[in-house]
């Protein structure tokens, strides 16, 4: 990542702790100062000092928890989500050409043309995953890894009754924001890939600071299938 060039006051040292913060938040998603400044070694006066430069140059931004907590005194403490302009400081693999030629081809020749455009990206990444997942038993942690290598910075662990995939960098969020097409048919190649039902929940394009799918146990899969807002393959 490529941050501002330092004046007077920021040393070679503190640029590259600097880096060191937004990569983290770049792939561990939202996180507050005192999860960063574990996760760092760093203090809290120091954490706090490179949040508010990183904040101050827009790669990050303040928001408020999602989840509040029921109960205890004072305010939830803040968390830190990487900006769009952050993200592109990460070099993303979209462009404005990208955009472009995917708008042309939707006003001239049909939404089906985008649809099959998505089809057929998700296509390449199932086959090229195909093999690393077949290697390992456990199908996601070698699809979040395979993911890992293709630029997605992605993680999986366990979540309430099933488990899920987070991908923590989307090299394409500027494109899938205008054609979510992408991200449904990734989400349908990650079914195929895990041989079972998956629930995309949240996604980069739509604003949210990680895409996270989630992959119910087979026990739960009914019950998950008739309360699901989001079905495989749809994203927010």
């Known amino acids: 990542m490529k941050i501002n060039p330092p004046s007077p006051s920021r040393s070679g040292d503190d640029l590259r702790t ?3 913060v937004a990569r983290s938040i770049l792939e561990n998603g939202p996180s507050t100062a005192a999860g960063l400044g574990e996760r760092l070694g760093l203090t809290p006066a120091g954490i706090r000092r490179h949040l508010d430069l990183l904040v101050a140059d827009a790669i990050l931004e303040a928001r408020d928890p999602r989840i509040m907590p029921s109960r205890g005194r004072g305010r939830p403490s803040k968390v830190f ?6 993200r592109e400081k990460f070099e993303h693999s979209y462009d404005d050409l990208a955009v472009a030629a995917l708008k042309f081809m939707s006003s001239q020749s049909g939404e089906h043309l985008v649809a099959g455009f998505a089809k057929s ?3 390449d990444i199932e086959r090229k995953a195909v093999k690393a997942v077949s290697r390992r038993a456990n199908k996601l942690e070698s699809l979040a890894q395979f993911l890992t ?9 366990p979540r309430g009754s099933g488990e899920e995939l987070c991908q923590h960098h989307c090299p394409i969020a500027h494109v899938a924001a205008e054609f979510p097409q992408l991200c449904e048919a990734e989400t349908e190649a990650f079914s195929r890939l895990l041989g079972t039902h998956v629930q995309r929940l949240a996604t980069i394009a739509h604003g949210d600071g990680v895409c996270t799918t ?3 146990n087979t026990a739960n899969l009914k019950n998950v299938k008739d309360r699901e807002p989001l079905t495989a393959g749809k994203a927010r």
């Open 149 to 157: 290598e293709q630029g997605y910075a992605a993680s999986a662990g």
């Open 121 to 123: 990206r998700a296509d």
């Open 214 to 216: 989630f992959i119910p």
């Open 81 to 86: 989500v990487m900006t769009d302009s952050g």
């Open 18 to 20: 600097r880096d060191a």
